[in-house]
């Protein structure tokens, strides 16, 4: 038998359907793989014992009649997002030992769904980080290369993907956490519109930023992992309804920001972007040139909105109501105490950052600049996007780094982030497809292409990415 583990999931949707092979069998070679390659990647903070009972669960109900596409797929969920009565950590030590006591809204969904869940993916410390490397429990290795990382946040989920440990995964995307690892690992990744997605149940990181989306093989198998996630929930009062999404953008027209390259994209990478836009002229799409003079400030209006929202969305991490809890003398020393322990170097530098940047000296400097230079840039993507159907991007400027190569400097790890935080300020959904790769060091290194549509048009998006692939 072909290894079930390496199809995509319409290809094994397709399979269950026609009952060909059986959710048991899919989840048990899954986990095979996971057996075999989850050593030397460490994808995954955990692999759930009752893997098989659920895929054994999904195969009675399509017994009984059931025939959702994602009955009995198996998959993979970052360690931030809550399965009621299981472990979740956001890879971070203050959160050791939690359990969470509800589902999230997209594992409601999930589970309506009957998608069997593998277990949870590795990501760096709170979603902090463009690598992978900040979790408290190790890196995640690039599977094209394992001397380099996944990128990040949800490295976990990206590597798991791309080595066939898992189907599809989900991960979250609060500056390019989705669509960073997708283009390192050489997958699909999907930011949604800010709001089709609930936040219900998600360890939040930026509260305005945040978005969960799907990391998969095609962009069709991404086309339904977002179906089956998306849609207004109560529960998150930012989320959007069904009348919100358009059919797709027709016009063929992609907008080049040519400008916004010249701050240093590696040459090999410009040359695959190069090579992808000719070959959507050959499908019949028009390139034009477009501007956005305030997405050359997007970096720097990112790392003073997003801290600011970091550093109060931990607060709540005090040692009294969630996981890790140290004693001190006083209350005041067991929440230093705690903090101090419980959170990763990165975690501690946002905290400083956030609530330095909207300390009532401060604000108007910082914070108050940011959120205005964010409206701007808001109203310039809004304005370009009327005249064309999507704004076309490298996902980030470089292959992966080698492991360890920006741990040391902060700076440079956010400079990753230049192309894909542009869609978390203005709420735009985006996605990275794989367009190709490059040679280092003698190994094949995927990059991504990304491109960013008007709010609720995810449908312009999964159509580009098709032609590209
Ligand atoms: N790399 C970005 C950061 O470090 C984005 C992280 C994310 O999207 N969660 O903040």
């Not at 069998?25 to 899954?30: D, F, G, K, Q």
């Not at 997958?187 to 998600?202: D, E, M, Q």
């Amino acid at each position: 038998m072909t290894d079930l583990a390496q199809l995509s999931i319409t290809e094994a949707s397709q399979k269950l359907a026609a009952k060909e092979i059986s959710a048991v069998e899919l989840a048990h070679s899954c986990i095979a793989a996971i057996e075999k390659k989850d050593p030397s990647l460490h994808a995954y903070l955990e692999v759930f014992a009752d893997v098989a009972e659920q895929a054994e669960a999904a195969d009675r109900r399509r017994a009984g009649g059931e025939n959702h596409p994602l009955l009995g797929i198996p998959l993979g969920l970052k360690d931030n997002i809550l399965i009621e009565g299981r472990r979740a950590g956001a890879a971070s030590k203050i959160l050791e030992g939690y359990v969470a006591t509800y589902d999230s809204t997209i594992v409601k969904k999930l589970k309506e769904t009957g998608a069997v869940f593998l277990g949870r993916t590795n990501m760096d410390e709170f979603a902090h980080g463009s690598s992978t490397e900040n979790s408290a429990y190790g890196p995640t290795k690039n599977p094209h290369d394992t001397s380099r990382v996944p990128g990040g946040s949800s490295g976990g989920s990206a590597a798991a993907v791309a080595a066939h440990m898992t189907l599809g995964a989900f991960g979250t995307d609060t500056g390019g956490s989705i669509r960073e690892p997708a283009s390192f690992c050489g997958i699909v990744g999907l930011k949604p519109t800010y709001g089709a997605v609930s936040r219900s149940g998600l360890i939040a990181m930026g509260s305005s930023l945040d978005q969960a989306g799907p990391l998969a093989k095609t962009v069709a198998d991404a086309e339904l992992l977002f179906g089956a996630i998306r849609g207004e929930d109560p529960l998150d009062s930012t989320s959007v309804g069904k009348t919100f999404y358009h059919a797709h953008a027709t016009s063929k027209k992609i907008g080049v920001p040519w400008e916004l390259f010249k701050t240093g994209v590696d040459k090999d990478v410009m040359e695959n972007f190069s090579a992808v836009l000719k070959k959507l002229e050959a499908e019949g799409y028009e390139t034009v040139d477009i501007e956005l003079p305030s997405a050359g400030l997007a970096l720097a209006v990112y790392y003073i909105v997003m801290p600011a929202e970091v550093s109060s969305n931990l607060a709540r991490f005090d040692g009294v109501r969630y996981g890790l809890s140290q004693k001190g003398a006083t209350q005041w020393e067991d929440y230093a105490k705690t903090r101090g322990e419980g959170f990763g170097a990165e975690a501690r530098r946002r905290i400083i950052l956030g609530t330095y940047v909207l300390s009532s000296g401060y604000y108007d400097s910082y914070y108050g600049k940011a959120t205005a230079a964010r409206a701007q840039l808001t109203r310039e993507v809004a304005e370009v996007l009327k005249g064309v159907d999507a704004i076309v991007m490298p996902t980030t400027p470089t292959p992966a780094s080698r492991l360890g190569e920006k741990t040391a400097d902060p700076i440079s790890m956010y400079l990753l982030d230049i192309f894909t935080v542009t869609a978390n300020l203005t709420g735009n959904p985006a996605i990275s497809v794989p367009m190709g790769t490059v040679v280092r060091e003698g190994k094949d290194l995927p990059v991504g292409i990304q491109f960013i549509s008007a709010h609720g048009d995810e449908n312009t998006l999964f159509a580009i990415g098709k032609a590209v692939e």
